[in-house]
Structure formats: C-alpha cells, structure tokens
C-alpha cells in the first residue's frame, strides 16, 4: 500500500510537468491548427540554458532558492525568445501555405534544434546540477513525502494558475480565444492576429522552460536528444486530454504519468517508453477528439 | 510511352552497370548500391507522401520488416551455386520481403489512414517505432546486437570477363528499381492512380464523388510498403549486416526529405533528390574531417526549413525532369 501511494505521488509530480509541455502543444494547435514538433526541443534548449548558468556560476555547489528562481527564470527567457523567434522565422511566412508545408517546416526545426544542440552542447548527456538540496518533507505513516516533489507540484499549479488567469480572465486572453473559434472573424473584429499567435508562442515556450528546469531537477541527466521522448510523451498527453482544450491537457498529463509511473512499479521498465505510442494509437482510433476535446467539423 | 521501354531501359542500365563495375573503385560502388537503395525507397513514399497526400513518417518500419524477413530467408535458405538461378534466388528474397512489408502496411494502415495530416504523421511515427522495438527485443532476429553475415549476391562472369560481387546486386537493384518506376508510373496514370491524387487535391470532393477514401489509401500505403520492403531486403544484402538501430526515425525522415527535396508528385524528382542526398554525406566528408563534427543532420534540416519558405513544391514540383528540355506542359 505504501509502495502505492509513493507511485502515485511520484506520477503526480511528473504528470504535472508532461502537463506543462502538454500544455504549450494544445494552445499553439487550438490557434494554428498544427503540431508544434520544435516545442520540446524549446524544452531542451531551456534545460541547457539553466544547465550553463548554473555551471558558469558553479550554483550546484551551494544549493539555494534564489539560484532555483534565477534558473528558472532564465529558463524561462531563453524558450519564450526561441519560441518568438521560430514563430516569426520558419512559422509566419507559411501562415497561408498548406498544412504539410508547415508540418514539414515544423520537423525541420526540430530536427535543427536536436543537431544544433549535438554540435554546440556535445553528444554525451549532462549532468544537471541540484539547484536545491532534497530532503524528506515529512512523513505519514512510513511515506516519504520528498521536497522536490511538493515543489514540482506547487511550481506548476502556480504556472498553472497563471495561464488561467492570463487565458480567461485577460485581454489579450480573450483575443486568444477568439482567434482559436474563428481567426478570419477575430481579425475583421480589429484583433491583431500576429501578435496573438506570437503571444501564444511565447506563453506555451516558457511553460517548456520552467518544466525543463523541473525536469532537470528531478532526473538530472540531459541531452540534446531528450526533447524527442518527452516531447511525444507530452503530445500523447495533449491528444489524450483532447488537443486544443488547456484543462484536457493537464488532464492527459497526470494520466499519463500516472500510468507511466504504474507501468515502472507493477510491469516493465522496458515497456515504459512503448507505452506512450500505445496510448496514442488507442485513443486516435477510438476517440480521436480526446477525453475533453471538442469535434471540429469540417466543411467544404 | 512505348511498351517495351522497360526491357529497353534495363538493358542500357545493365550495359552501364557493366563500366561502373569495372572502373569504379568498391568504395564508389558501396555508395552507388546506396543511390539504388534510396531510389526506390524515395520512389515509394513518394506515392503515399506525393500523389497520395498522405504525410507517412514510419517508413523505416517497413524497411526494417524487409530487412530482417530478407536476412533470415537469405540466412536460412542458401542460394544455389548456379549463376542464373542464384539471381532468380536474390529477387525471391526481395519479392517475399516486399510481401511481408505489404502485410504490415495493410495492417497499420487500416486504423492509422482513417486519420489525416498531423496525427497521421504522428500514428506511422509511432507504428515505426513499435516495429524497431519488436524486432529490439527478438531473440531470434539477433535483438539488439544487429543481424549478422547476411549473404550478399556472388560474383558472376562473363564469357572471359570476371566482373565483382556488385554487378550481381546490382542487377538485382536495377531490375527492382525499373520495377518500382514502372510500376507506380504506370498506376499513377491509371484509375487507381487518379484516385490517389483525387484525395490529394481535395479528399471530401472524392469522397463525394464516390471514392472510398480509406480503402484507397490502403491501398496506395501498401504498394508503397511493398517496395520500401524491397528497399529494406536490398539494403540487407548490400550492408550484410543490419541493426534495429538503423531503422529509427532518422531513416524515416532521411527519406521523407528526399521526397520533399525532389518535389512531391513528380516520379524524377524524389530519384533526383535520392542521388542527391546520398552522395552529399559522402561529399561533406572532407568538411567533417576538417572540423571533426557530424554537419550533415544541421546542413538536412536547414535544407528543410529553406526548402519551404523558399521553395516549398520541391526542386522539380510536380514536373518531370523530361519537362524540362521537351517543352511540352504536363500535368
């Protein structure tokens, strides 16, 4: 039973942070209609930039709050850039091209993020320093309840809770949205229509860089090629919870850890990473709109 | 085009592989064997990809089940000594692996079909990568450690002339790319053909003009399957030695860049972009010496990236290289 509950807490704290990626796919398709294939190199980038700062700085040493906060923030700047820059670079010109123009574009910058990253970062994986030091919270009844944990949990309900905030109950929010329902509408309304796509870039990329550094923090080994796995376990997890819906995405997140966590405790190691490709071939066959999606109908 | 333009091309092919036998040094021949290779398989998914307008990322997942179905035939079941019967041996191998292939790519694409653009790229992707994992974790297909010792073709000779191991294969590869060529040539302008660029150009318009669009992907994703099947068994015999781990993704996208490279919906340009982008890493191998770093995976993905803002229907669109110096337009 304890053995239970500890799975369960350890698939929450990394639900939360496939949560956090899933997140910056589901708003860039329910504005573009396309898959974001460079978000979780974006991801990667953000892990590495906290990974240099904290080395330059050499913070592993005397792990403190401030240097977690600097590292996340710079994190945090450096994705958002990158996601602004790939938008207005490789994504705009072909805003009126064919889907497989931009899907292809979209695998390209991928691809030239991974391979950038190998020659600039070097093939063998890094170790990411503790930027806090990790300690038993507290226990109840023979479970540890880690501090690291409790942080993963408490930083992404907060990044969260900000999105919410800043979708629903903001401005440019509600440009947002509306672009999302009718964008040709959204722009004859007077809605700046560049400038909303670009936001969304740049909101769904900080969220990659602040699970990059949790990421970091929790396994801390990183590679130029850990956008890969992680950024189809985050897509299976946006597709699961019904791309295009934010709480869909959070919802697919903690699913997905969650049973990623079972698969590790109860069957095979082995069988985790097929996991995934699994779930995903299930859930496009059977309901391909996701638990919380909506269908969209297409016309002629 | 004539009827007997088949025989006709395999035999100037044929004659040409004789000179390239004798004066090319084996290093040339290796990476020619490679050209055959990815012709065919940019060829085929080109009909899915190109004319079909179906974005397949798990190629080399069909690849792979021609691979090792090749292996372990050529393996397991000698070829003869005798030199006609030992070819005709080679091209059962390449004939059942494509079949096997074909079988696969029935089975994925009956569910994955039925989805469109982004999820489907994502679905092959995945169906690609489940295949690796299978054939990962099989004892009897060598797991991890690679399939070795797999026979290649023997050398044959000539009357008086001793001609090497290559020419062998590569009668093998030239009668299974003219095949591959004529074939989905030959499709394309067919009914069968018009159905596939129908989806194309507008799926709910065919679908409303009675086509019954997921059987005719099917149908399009098997063929093409068939000769990626085809690829991955030449592609066994050529290297005679395979590994899961040259059936990954990148293999897949190597060949979806040569598709995108040579224009979608042209027959020459994939086999254009195929040359091409097997002999550039041989060609960048002076700059990777001289700087000691892999370039060739940046120099591929920027040319993606500047291929489609730049120039997004490929270096040939939907033409053909014969377009170009005969001046007649066609569509």
């Known amino acids: 039973m304890n053995e239970f509950i500890q799975h369960i807490i350890n698939g929450i704290s990394m639900g939360a942070i496939y949560a956090l990626i899933a997140l910056g796919y589901t708003m860039v398709y329910g504005i573009l209609q396309f898959i974001n294939f460079a978000h979780a190199d974006i991801y990667m980038v953000g892990a590495f930039a906290s990974y240099y700062l904290a080395r330059f700085f050499q913070l592993g040493e005397h792990p403190h709050w401030s240097w977690f906060f600097i590292a996340l923030g710079l994190s945090t700047l450096v994705c958002a850039l990158l996601g602004f820059a790939i938008e207005k670079i490789a994504y705009r010109p072909l805003r009126k091209s064919p889907k497989l123009n931009i899907l292809i574009t979209a695998i390209g910058v991928s691809l030239f993020l991974e391979y950038a990253g190998q020659l600039l970062f070097g093939v063998d994986p890094k170790l990411f320093p503790p930027l806090l030091t990790e300690s038993v919270l507290f226990s109840i009844g023979g479970i540890n309840v880690m501090s690291l944990d409790v942080i993963i949990l408490g930083i992404s309900i907060l990044a969260m809770f900000v999105l919410h905030r800043v979708v629903y109950h903001s401005k440019l929010g509600k440009a947002m949205r509306a672009v999302s329902q009718n964008s040709t509408v959204a722009a004859m309304l007077g809605i700046s229509i560049d400038r909303v796509i670009s936001f969304t870039f740049i909101l769904g990329s900080s969220l990659a860089g602040i699970a990059a550094v949790l990421v970091g923090m929790r396994y801390p080994k990183i590679e130029p090629m850990m956008g890969m796995l992680m950024g189809t376990k985050a897509f299976v997890a946006a597709v699961l919870g019904g791309i295009g819906s934010l709480p869909g995405a959070v919802l697919g997140g903690l699913i997905m850890g969650l049973s990623e966590e079972m698969v590790v405790g109860y069957l095979q190691s082995t069988y985790r990473d097929a996991l995934s490709f699994g779930i995903l071939i299930v859930i496009l066959i059977f309901k391909p709109t996701g638990l919380l999606g909506t269908k969209r109908i297409e016309k002629v | ?331």
């Open chain 2, 1 to 331: 085009m004539m009827k007997s333009a088949p025989l006709i091309s395999f035999v100037i092919l044929a004659l040409m592989g004789l000179m390239l036998d004798q004066f090319l040094n084996p290093y040339l021949q290796r990476t020619m064997a490679l050209v055959l290779v990815n012709i065919i398989l940019a060829m085929s998914l080109n009909l899915v990809n190109g004319y079909t307008g179906q974005f397949s990322l798990g190629h080399a997942g069909f690849m792979a089940i021609g691979a090792y179905t090749s292996a372990y035939l050529s393996t397991h079941w000698v070829a003869p000594a005798a030199i006609v019967p030992h070819l005709l041996f080679f091209i059962f191998y390449s004939l059942v692996s494509g079949c096997f292939a074909a079988i696969a790519g029935w089975l994925v694409g009956q569910p994955s079909l039925r989805l469109k653009g982004d999820y489907l790229a994502i679905v092959t992707l995945g169906f690609g990568e489940i295949i690796r994992v299978i054939i990962l974790n099989s004892s009897a297909l060598g797991g991890a450690r690679g399939y070795f010792g797999i026979p290649g073709p023997s050398p044959i000779s000539f009357g008086g002339l001793a001609l090497n191991a290559f020419y062998s294969f590569y009668l093998v590869a030239i009668l299974w790319v003219l095949t591959c060529f004529f074939v989905i040539y030959r499709t394309i302008s067919s009914t069968h053909g018009r159905a596939f660029m129908s989806i194309r150009e507008d799926e709910i318009a065919a679908d409303s003009l009675g086509i019954h669009t997921t059987r005719v992907k099917v149908k399009s994703f098997v063929l093409s399957s068939f000769f990626a099947g085809v690829a991955g068994s030449l592609f066994s015999h050529c290297m005679n030695f395979i590994a899961p781990s040259t059936f990954s993704m990148l293999m897949s996208i190597n060949v979806v860049i040569m598709v995108v490279l040579g224009g979608m919906g042209s027959m020459t340009g994939p086999i254009l972009a195929a040359v091409i982008i097997s002999v550039l890493p041989e060609a960048l191998r002076p700059l990777q010496e001289l700087t000691g770093q892999d370039y060739r995976m940046v120099i591929y993905s920027l040319i993606l990236i500047v291929l489609m803002l730049v120039r997004p229907q490929g270096l040939l669109g939907h033409k053909e290289i014969w377009n170009f110096w005969r001046k007649t337009r066609v569509e």
